[in-house]
């Protein structure tokens, strides 16, 4: 991205947390409120540093010792990880097999490159506004299924940095989830099944379960924009046989015939679905819409409650942009090439303190204020605010759920 040379990072890191890292709510999340005795000292996080050593199982006393390692150490990547059994900074000193993850939250990784056999404009790292509307279907369809399906609340979406999206799922009972539970609740969201030698990779037979319907409904607004149009799928014969292949093979040959006498993907599209009303009951327009377009998650990711995943407010070494919360208000507005990049808020930062009229800062006003109100003067503010709403949520159902509790109680 332009305005950001990844040999900057070690410059412009020490200003970031220092003076833009959102400590407060950062550490009002992953506290839970103090629902257990030490859960935040039991939570290991992990540092990449510079020249890629990495530091596993690293444990702190608060989030005020978390942010003074962050500050001192400057980590090209945060990871976050599991609440263990036992402090993770003592992992070496416990008796073997005693230390245990024990909760997590349940997280979904979705990465662009899993769609490269279906995307035409860009392979690899690579993304455009084209294919990135494959990342705003799947947010749709993962956290339609979390809420409707799974009866789940609290779903933090978080862009990566660069070519994909993460989903923290942070209900108290849903941190609990065995690794069973989190790989069957995978395998009930996976659609999409074979390697690249499988040609036809979603099969559907009836009847069509309701969450396949009901992702359907979410995929067809996008289908004709994204794939006709902006992948153009059907717009040259190398192309459209790919697709051809999907379909009943009494058709094919007629299809493969007729194609070449329509203009574009759209035209082309619409003599396929007339051929698929006479080929009742199959379900081949369906299965072509979801193998281009429905979500591909990675297991293990999400089935090992042991597994670390990229912390929100992480600066991507490569890009330089912030792995910035996702507004589901605003799905289809949220855009990766205007996300912040370090070297664009740290300019912000000074431009703001010239602003103020050669005012001397007060040192003797408390430092969270003073941070607070630096990261507000840049355009990650609004992304803070996404979190820190998603925060308080949770904070008001967690003190609903207390009350609840006590008036069951007769605590009065």
């Given at each position: ?10 410059d ?39 020249d ?24 090209y ?20 097999g ?8 349940l ?62 799922v ?35 037979t ?6 396949i ?106 890009t ?34 010239e ?58």
């Amino acid at each position: 991205m332009a305005g950001f040379e990844p040999g900057s990072l070690p410059d412009l890191l020490p200003l970031y947390y220092r003076r833009l890292f959102p400590y407060g709510p950062y550490g009002r999340w992953l506290s839970y409120g103090g629902v257990v005795k030490n859960y935040f000292q039991r939570r290991e996080f992990s540092f990449t540093l510079r020249d890629d050593i990495y530091v596993r199982y690293q444990s702190f006393n608060s989030p005020q010792e978390l942010e003074r390692e962050m500050q001192k150490m400057n980590p090209y990547k945060i990871d976050v990880g599991a609440v263990y059994s036992h402090r993770p900074s003592q992992h070496n000193t416990v008796h073997m097999g005693a230390f245990q993850a024990q909760e997590k939250e349940l997280v979904f990784d979705i990465d662009m490159t899993d769609y490269d056999d279906v995307r035409r404009c860009c392979s690899s790292a690579e993304i455009c506004s084209k294919c990135w509307t494959l990342m705003t279907i799947a947010i749709r369809v993962i956290d339609r299924a979390l809420v409707e399906d799974f009866g789940v609340k609290h779903r933090l979406w978080v862009y990566s940095g660069r070519r994909g999206v993460h989903c923290w799922v942070c209900d108290d009972s849903v941190r609990k989830w065995s690794s069973a539970m989190r790989a069957a609740t995978v395998e009930y969201l996976t659609l999409v099944k074979g390697g690249s030698e499988t040609v036809k990779k979603v099969n559907l037979t009836d009847p069509i379960h309701p969450f396949i319907s009901n992702s359907l409904s979410l995929v067809e607004p996008y289908f004709e924009e994204y794939a006709l149009v902006g992948q153009d799928i059907l717009g040259s014969s190398e192309s459209w046989e790919k697709v051809v292949a999907l379909v009943p093979e009494s058709v094919r040959e007629s299809l493969l015939r007729e194609f070449p006498k329509k203009h574009d993907s759209v035209q082309r599209w619409e003599l396929l679905k007339k051929k698929m009303e006479k080929c009742k009951p199959s379900h081949a327009e369906s299965e072509i819409m979801l193998q281009y377009c429905f979500p591909r998650l990675d297991i293990n990711v999400s089935k090992g409650v042991s597994h670390l995943l990229k912390s929100p407010f992480s600066v991507h070494p490569k890009t330089g942009r912030v792995s910035v919360p996702i507004d589901l208000r605003k799905l289809d507005q949220f855009d990766p090439f205007t996300v912040p990049t370090i070297s664009c808020l740290c300019s912000e930062l000074d431009t703001a303190h010239e602003e103020e009229d050669g005012e001397k800062e007060n040192e003797a006003e408390p430092e969270p204020k003073r941070r607070s109100r630096d990261y507000k003067k840049t355009s990650l503010a609004p992304y803070v605010r996404v979190f820190e709403q998603f925060v308080e949520e949770m904070d008001k159902s967690r003190k609903g759920e207390l009350l609840k509790k006590s008036d069951l109680q007769g605590d009065f």
